[in-house]
């Protein structure tokens, strides 16, 4: 987490961070409160001033740890080494308290104060770790009252859900400060590329277009020249007006990665939104239909022009890529596979295969080429 939002970058999770700091302060107080009360009563009032001074101490040194804007100033080590101190120190109230403050209930030594710990967990390692934080302090609780009573468990219950709240926030702010970074990120590459999209309209894309225009008009080579400007031309809008293809936790939009390959014989269509996968099914989703488009340029001839249809249905997204080509002639790929020419096998059914979806091939001489690829999205 400390690198996700850098080692100087201010933790999300701050606020909580300073609400356990204060919390350990007025329990702190009201320990004090209680040794004082109780002084008399105890069976060893030095050792309940040793202790009190001791958790004076450590409740200095965490706030100067917590206090840090930096998460990774938080240690890991230090958070479990403060519920280890805090359950130490509870577990010195049965050489302080007598026999009758244990009857009545009394107040540990501690009291309260323990209850920092589990919040100092949550808020470092999330709620799963200020639920443990708070049972082991609960256990400790039960051994410092030397039994498992109805005021052990509900303390118990009290530190649990305490260390579970705040960690289950903390984890959310974490969450919801990565998701504004990355639309933060998204905004300025998109204003980047609206710039450049802009330069590169005052000066490329004219000159090609012009490129184009004249090499059509004067024919012969120039109008091959033409035919390649134009190419490019269309290739370079495209890339211009499609967004990045973004990566966010492992995952790729796949919209963005498709749109990259249309051309003036390759038109895509996709949903207006990203379609966002992981990033290896995203790579082998963008080979296979390169693949299919390089069938295309082969097999199809050079007037033959292609669509590719990306479609997000839920649970699984299906890309279709059809031609209007002269189509595949009945058994031609059954030749092929035993002849022992696997390309289409291997490159696309494979690929599709090992990620757990279907291809299915619909063609007929004199009706073109359609693919129809399904994938699920995990």
Same mark, same amino acid.
């Given at each position: ?48 001033? !040793? ?28 958070? +479990? ?16 308290? !007598? ?23 949550? !808020? ?10 708070? +049972? ?8 410092? =009252? ?16 305490? #260390? ?7 984890? !959310?702010?974490?969450?919801? %400060? ?14 980047? =590329? ?44 495209? +890339? ?52 299919? +488009? ?5 097999? %199809?001839?050079? %007037? ?9 249905? #839920? ?11 002269? #189509? ?14 696997? #390309?289409?096998?291997?490159?696309? =059914? ?16 004199? =009706? ?11």
């Amino acid at each position: 987490m400390s690198r996700r939002f850098g080692p100087t970058a201010r933790e999300p999770a701050t606020p909580l961070w300073w609400g356990t700091i204060g919390l350990r302060v007025l329990t702190l107080l009201f320990a004090f409160g209680a040794v004082i009360v109780h002084r008399a009563d105890y069976e060893r009032p030095w050792l309940a001033w !040793t202790v009190l001074g001791a958790m004076t101490l450590w409740t200095v040194a965490t706030a100067l740890v917590y206090a840090r804007e930096a998460l990774r100033w938080r240690w890991r080590w230090f958070v +479990l080494a403060d519920v280890a101190v805090t359950c130490l120190l509870m577990l010195t109230s049965p050489w302080i308290l !007598t026999d009758e403050q244990n009857a009545a209930v009394a107040p540990l030594i501690t009291t309260v104060w323990v209850a920092g710990a589990p919040v100092a967990a949550g !808020t470092r390692f999330g709620g799963v770790g200020g639920v443990v934080a708070g +049972l082991v302090v609960a256990a400790a609780t039960g051994v410092a =009252r030397e039994g498992f009573t109805l005021d052990v468990a509900r303390d118990g219950v009290l530190l649990v859900a305490s #260390g579970l709240l705040i960690g289950m926030s903390a984890s !959310t702010a974490r969450k919801s %400060a990565a998701v504004l970074a990355e639309a933060l990120r998204t905004e300025a590459a998109n204003a980047e =590329r609206e710039r450049l999209a802009r330069d590169i309209h005052d000066s490329v894309l004219q000159v090609l277009a012009r490129v184009r225009r004249r090499g059509a008009e004067l024919g012969g080579e120039a109008a091959e020249l033409a035919e390649l400007a134009g190419e490019q031309e269309i290739a370079l809008r495209a +890339l211009v007006s499609t967004g990045p293809v973004r990566h966010v936790a492992g995952e790729t939009d796949l919209r963005a990665a498709l749109q990259l390959l249309g051309s003036s014989k390759v038109q895509v269509a996709a949903p207006a939104g990203e379609v966002a996968l992981p990033s290896r099914t995203t790579d082998e989703l963008v080979a296979v239909v390169r693949e299919a +488009l390089s069938n295309v340029d082969k097999h %199809a001839g050079p %007037a033959a022009k292609a669509w590719v249809l990306l479609e997000d249905v #839920g649970g699984e997204v299906v890309v279709t890529v059809r031609d209007d080509g002269p #189509g595949i002639p009945e058994g031609r790929l059954a030749d092929a596979e035993s002849e022992g020419r696997l #390309g289409v096998v291997r490159s696309m =059914r494979g690929r599709v295969a090992d990620l757990g979806g279907t291809i299915s091939l619909d063609t007929a001489p004199g =009706r073109g080429t359609e693919w129809e690829i399904r994938v699920p999205r995990t």
